[in-house]
């Protein structure tokens, strides 16, 4: 064995965050996304990675209240969605999340998107938040190094993580380095890249190799690298393939090998050109 999805890694504010999870973008709110929860909840995943902007964090309180696992085994994440961004409206937008969600802490809140000329004012709310106890964390997604730096030049508390589209062909490592310095968590998103790298010959041989699927190949690739990877699947079977990932470990050499297919591409926006 090495290690358990439920391994935990601790956040520079002293709380345990799971090293894996789920996410929920584009799981259809109702019953599919309280389904998918449950059925995650029930294989071991404790991370659940929604957003606003997802439109099911219903569904996932849901799920969550009428799981069998202790409230507090489970990490919930949300984030404030771009057209809410700035103090009040975060503040706003928080409210709204917590009571959707219908839970009494949220575990972490993110700044979904840095958008431009509005990003401080959010983050200002955000510690707001965060002292008045009803979350636990916070933190940022897809922040590069200068909106970070921006950030950390201004703020009181510092982000705990940074949530960015990582996956073997977009490897982040500047990005990851500036992080590990600052003591800033890194998570993954589209951490398989949608499938998208299925069928290269590096990742296809390493899989036969271990005889593991090429998904449960860059979701150990992304734990050993210590980040945080949230694949998402409506599907039972791929819920379980995904966090079956414990039973075999990665030479450096197949490490290096997967680090060489980095080629800087990205499949979703660009965090200084998105315009949404
Ligand atoms: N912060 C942000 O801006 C941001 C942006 C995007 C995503 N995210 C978060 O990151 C999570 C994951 O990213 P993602 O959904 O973009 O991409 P992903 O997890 O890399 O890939 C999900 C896609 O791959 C399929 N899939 C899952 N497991 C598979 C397997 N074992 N074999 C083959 N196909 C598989 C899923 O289909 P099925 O569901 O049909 O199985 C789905 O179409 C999201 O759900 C969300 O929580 C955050």
Known sequence: MSGSIM????????V???????????????????????SALQLGYRLIDTAAFYDNEEGVGKA?????VPREDIFVTTKVWN?????????????????KLGVEYVDLYLVHWPVKGKYL???????????SGRVRAIGVSN????HLQDILNHCEEKPVINQVELHPALSQEELRAFCTSHEIAVEAWSPIARGRLFGDP??????????????????????QNGVIPIPKSVHLERLKENSDICDFVLTAKEMENINSLNRDERFGAHPDHFDF
């Open 16 to 38: 345990m965050m799971p090293v894996f999870g789920l996410g929920v973008y584009k799981v259809e709110e109702g019953e599919e996304t309280e389904k998918t929860v449950s």
């Open 143 to 146: 922040f590069q190094v200068h």
């Open 64 to 68: 969550i209240r009428s799981s069998s």
């Open 121 to 131: 004012d959010t983050w200002r709310a955000m510690e707001e938040i965060y002292r």
């Open 83 to 99: 057209s809410d961004q700035g103090y009040e409206n975060t503040l706003k937008a928080f409210d709204r999340s917590i009571n």
């Open 202 to 223: 590096i990742i296809a041989s390493i899989a036969k190799d271990k005889g593991k699927s090429e998904a449960q190949i860059i979701l150990r690739w992304h734990v």
């Open 7 to 14: 391994d935990k890694v601790t956040l520079h504010n002293g």
